[in-house]
């Protein structure tokens, strides 16, 4: 996975800061099935988000590998293309979170879902600074 091209960090004050290796951790360890809820707009996901802490990352094109998922959205094989991810820092149980992505469905029309996904890690770090 490709680090992302930009990333919107809601990680607090100080000296916090997005980490892209969780990023790509918390993405890829989805459960390949779109959620049965109601998705918000951007600008709610974008609220939620910097409430709870978290990031929203952007690509130009990131493939993912969700084969039920492009299956379910029309890819022809087991990878859909996302542009970008919401990700907070807000457990839905102990063992998962919900992270939304925006899928580039074919024909280009962009398109958010909600998915599980089981890294549990914080998406932000605290730098530290050595002495």
Known sequence: ????????????????????TAIESIITSTD???????????????????????????WDSQMLAVPDVARQLGYPGPYAEIGDAAISNRLVDPQSRRIYLTFVLPGGVRKTYALRAFDMQNVCSEARLSA
């Open 32 to 58: 390949d099935r779109i959620e049965a809820v109601s998705v918000p707009a951007s600008r709610e996901i974008e609220r939620i988000v910097r409430s709870q802490g978290g990031v929203i990352a952007h």
């Open 1 to 20: 996975m490709l680090s992302p091209n930009r990333v919107d960090a809601f990680c607090g004050s100080g000296e916090h800061y997005a980490r892209s």
